[in-house]
């Protein structure tokens, strides 16, 4: 099994910042793909943004240019900085990760961001 422990959400004022973390323990190894999606209010969950583990990424057309994954290999810990942020970027933010060899999914409990003045 692979728990994933998100941290670092919070409210912030639009055009502010914030960075999230989450690490993953457990069975997990640095071969996991591993990534973010929100889940805005009333909305279906959607992706925010993907990295492989040789670092290949995939975001989404909205957070393009303003939001940044990094990823920590030899802690399981992937962070997200994002940068000029908007209202519409208020969301629960979940952490997930893939299993290279079952493609079996994982996610963590998810973290609140709200961007509003």
């Known amino acids: 099994q692979v728990q994933l422990v998100e941290s670092g959400g919070g409210l912030v004022q639009p055009g502010g910042s914030l960075r999230l973390s989450c690490t993953g323990s457990g069975t997990m190894s640095s071969r996991y793909a591993m990534g973010w999606y929100r889940q805005p209010p009333g909305k279906q969950r959607e992706l925010v943004v993907t990295?492989?583990?040789?670092?290949?990424?995939n975001y989404a057309d909205s957070v393009q240019g303003r939001f940044a994954i990094s990823r920590d290999n030899t802690k399981n810990t992937v962070y997200l900085q994002m940068n000029s942020l908007k209202p519409e970027d208020t969301a629960v933010y979940y952490c997930?990760?893939?299993?290279?060899?079952?493609?079996?999914?994982?996610w963590g409990q998810g973290t609140q961001v709200t961007v509003s003045s």
């Open positions: 997930y990760a893939r299993s290279p060899l079952s493609r079996r999914e994982y």
């Open positions: 990295i492989t583990s040789g670092g290949s990424t």
